[in-house]
């Protein structure tokens, strides 16, 4: 009802609102999407400056002190090396977040091309792509992230892009449906007309259309893309000690978590809490860029 | 319906066989064999092991062997399970799987289900916040948060159940209700979304008009047709889980599938890299048509195509 009255009132005032403008209105409404943005913004700056918030360096051992509880001097307690867990889950964010971040962007640009030629070439070509897509589809992951890895050794960027190069599925077959949309639309069909080159018309008239979409599908990825690293740290593949990561910390954690539940708990809540926040964010984006409402 | 079958199954052998060939480069792709041990074999007792499993032919021979041992329904001795085969493997661990898998997913569809569709009978109200946020939730948490922690809670402070392992038929339950809440969140999520979309339709409303009880309107004219979202949803879904899941396996010692998949890779077991992957891809091929066919039975308006 309220929405009703908003949209009645900028049709009298004839003010023309631009639709990212009304989606961006639509999407500060949404009270719990905007602090989870804010939450997922700020766990991005705290991690980023780990060097500078981190009360220890994040391999430095107190073995006299052992795994201990909470107290004043390591606010979430120590591991079995006594190592500090705040600094620790700090650290191992940064990597945790940057494997979502390069994943995602890696996710993106092979989907996002893949599925705008699809769609773009349409016919024979298209099919034969999207039954591509369909037999990749086929593969179980688990048994080539490690393929992958092993391929790439240790090497943690390299292991980003693999993990990029296999979630890309969903958002071609998304962008690929889009593109099949916007082809039969009067202004690509002008565009077409008057001799515009493929690229300029996929890099101005295809591509800023397909944001709004990527950009909500992206944010979605991030979350996926996390517990695919934390699956590849429990097998032991991901980072190397000393260095850490979020999922690296929930197995260790795991392991140990009769003696010492804060070990696993705290972890886990730096997780969980970063993907709920990273959900909720996705999902407010995409109820406001919707295009159906 | 018989010739849709047939002819989705006939559609289904050139995608196992490409995906077949991929699993085969892909494996000799990466760096190293089945027979790297830690301590390196005497160079000619490798060599003597490569020749008796044809691994010093080159490559194109190896895959035209392979092509024509799959031709009669043959996946080759394991590299690493020395007297076995491959599909004498597999089989041997399905059925673990599947009781897991299935436990899992009749869990997953018990809870998620109807939470779904209670959140969907007053959207923004708390009725429906609850349970949205405990699926959003169950998304964020990792197999490996919840097991270590159903662990602690119902086996180290309740002692309620085993901690590990697969002697009675109690030590089941924790492994399938931890594999099951991680696909319970999803379903709760596509239950309530479809939920909204259908109370918004006609049909809806000439239930109502037609004066049928709220319980018949809500569950024949609604739940039938939400259900339609989930069903797709669970189809591949149910492939990832009968084929077994490797954290939860290893977390309760669990002798399943799903460490083949991650052993056989470890291990560059080709074979049994080629099994694993073949199995996979058939197992959702079959549910995916599986699904289909259930939607169509569902929606009487949808044909088959």
């Known amino acids: 009802m309220k929405k009703d009255l908003k949209t009645a009132k900028v049709c009298e005032s004839g003010a023309a609102v631009s639709p990212l403008r009304r989606s961006l209105e639509r999407f500060c409404e949404n009270r719990s999407a905007v602090c989870a943005g804010t939450f997922v913004l700020l766990m991005l700056v705290v991690c980023g400056a780990a060097d500078f918030l981190a009360p220890y360096p994040f391999e430095a051992q107190d073995l006299n002190l052992g795994a201990a509880g ?31 971040l390069i994943a995602t ?38 048994l080539f992230v490690i393929l992958l890895t092993v391929l ?57 259309n397909l944001l709004g979409t990527v950009i909500v ?41 009769q003696d010492y539940p804060w070990l696993l708990l705290f972890p886990g809540a730096f997780f969980a809490g970063t993907l709920f926040a990273l959900n909720l964010f996705g999902d407010g984006l995409r109820d406001a860029f919707d295009p159906k409402k | 319906m018989f010739r849709f079958v047939l002819k989705r199954l006939l559609e289904a052998v050139p995608v196992l066989l490409v995906v077949a060939t991929l699993a085969f480069f892909l494996a000799r792709f990466a760096p190293g064999g089945p027979f790297d041990e830690e301590r390196a074999l005497p160079p000619a007792v490798k060599a003597q092991m490569d020749a008796h499993y044809g691994l010093d032919k080159p490559l194109a021979e190896q895959y035209f062997r392979f092509l024509k041992n799959l031709a009669q329904g043959e996946l080759g001795p394991s590299y690493k399970y020395h007297g076995w085969d491959v599909d ?5 661990r399905v059925p673990t799987s599947l009781a897991l898998g299935a436990g899992a997913l009749v869990f997953a569809l018990a809870v998620g289900i109807p939470l779904g569709a209670v959140a969907s009978v007053k959207p923004n109200s708390w009725l429906d916040r609850l349970p949205t946020g405990m699926a959003t939730v169950g998304i964020c948490l990792p197999t490996f948060v919840v097991g270590p922690l159903l662990v602690l809670i119902f086996s180290t402070w309740l002692g309620w159940f085993n901690a590990s392992g697969w002697n009675s038929p109690s030590d089941f339950v924790l492994p399938a209700v931890t594999l099951g809440l991680a696909y319970a969140a999803p379903v709760a ?43 797709t949803y669970i189809g591949p879904t149910a492939a990832g889980l009968i084929s077994g899941s490797f954290v939860v396996e290893s977390m309760f010692n669990v002798p399943g599938l799903g460490q083949f998949f991650v052993k056989a890779a470890f291990n ?31 929606n009487p308006r949808l044909k088959y195509e």
Request: one cysteine or more; hydrophobic letters at 50%; a positive charge.
């Open chain 1, 105 to 142: 962007a890696v996710s993106c640009a092979i989907g996002v091309g893949f599925g705008m030629l699809a769609g773009w070439l349409g016919g024979v070509r298209d099919s034969v792509m999207m039954r591509f897509v369909d037999i990749l589809y086929a593969l179980p992951f688990t």
């Open chain 2, 189 to 231: 999520r596509l239950m309530r979304g479809a939920m909204l979309e259908v109370r918004s339709q006609d049909y809806m409303k000439t239930a109502k008009a037609k004066g049928l009880s709220p319980a018949r309107i809500y569950f024949v004219h609604g739940l039938r047709n939400a259900l339609l979202p989930v069903v």
């Open chain 2, 268 to 298: 560059r077991d080709f074979t049994m890299i080629v099994g694993t992957v073949l199995f996979y891809a058939a197992v959702l091929v079959a549910l995916n048509l599986l699904a289909e066919i259930v939607l169509v039975k569902l």
């Open chain 2, 88 to 92: 004498e493997l597999i089989a041997d």
């Open chain 1, 217 to 257: 599908y992206a944010t979605l990825t991030v979350p996926g893309v996390m517990l695919m690293e934390a699956f590849i740290s429990f097998l032991g593949l991901g980072v190397k000690p000393p260095m850490t990561s979020w999922g690296l910390m929930i197995k260790e954690g795991a392991d140990v978590m």
């Open chain 1, 70 to 100: 909470p107290s004043r001097e390591h606010w979430l307690g120590t591991d079995t090396l006594g190592r500090d867990v705040l600094s620790r889950l700090l650290y191992g964010g940064q990597i945790s977040l940057k494997v979502g």
């Open chain 1, 152 to 208: 790439f050794g240790q090497e943690m960027w390299l292991i980003y892009v693999a993990i990029g190069a296999i979630s890309w599925l969903t958002m071609a077959r998304i962008v690929r449906n889009q593109t099949r949309e916007l082809r039969t639309q009067a202004f690509v069909e002008a565009a077409i007309c008057m001799g515009q080159s493929t690229r300029k018309i996929m890099a101005r008239h295809l591509l800023p």
